[in-house]
């Protein structure tokens, strides 16, 4: 079973083969998603979110995220693993950036980390390269500056924000980063800027014509069901068949159907 690389990525973004990535936080999902033969898994901070109920990404720290990173690099064999440094331990100190880059690697054994926004955080990106450790980057809606926009709308579609997202690609990738993030920007854009650049380009919610494509697992297995932009289409409805399950079990335990002869010692 061959691990994933950087390296591997920036072939596949060459001879135009589509790279998958989804989010995961735990062991047991992880580990699923790992044996379906995803490219990357990224360690998002959704996981302030979808794990631990917040409206926002902010709350989530940078122990919780290495807790979680650790929990998925546990169970990972093949995929390429990727973990959000949170809020707060990365903007404008260029220090603070490194030493959480570094815990994260250490303490979890993930391969990369990924950092939001472009020229504003250029000396952090520079910072943790230096160090050895793979950047992913992150442009157009970056939920860790909610407050600075104060909407979750397609970003991008005027033509100086535009020109700034392009611009913003170009320091990412002459910085080193291996790959970058575009979230709920147009496919048009989208596909320019695939294009600009040599880094692989991974879309949610920019359209077709990028080198790959990243969903936050739970919207995608319908476990989370208030959640439901264009962008994201549902593969299963987990939602449902737990409610299912859990709900015939209460009837079996109440009805004593539950356990039977053959489930008793
Ligand atoms: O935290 C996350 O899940 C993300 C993806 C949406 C790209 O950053
Ligand atoms: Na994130």
Redesign the pocket.
Known sequence: LKRITTHILQEMKKRKEKISML?AYDFSMAGIVDAAGIDMI?V????SNVMAGHET?LPITLDQMIYHATSVVRAVERALVVV?IPFGSYQGNSSEALRSAIRIMKESGAHAV?V?GGEEIKESVIRILSAGVPVMG?LGLT?QSIYKFGTYTVRAKAKDEAKKLLADAKVLEECGCFAL?L?KIPASLAKEVASAVSIPV?G?GAGPDVDGQ???LHDMLGITQEFQPRFLRQYADIRNTMLKAVGDYIKDVKSEDFPNQEESY
């Open positions: 989010t990224l998002g901070d959704s996981a990404t959000d990924k939001e992150h939920p993030v979230e991974i949610i990243v969903l936050v």
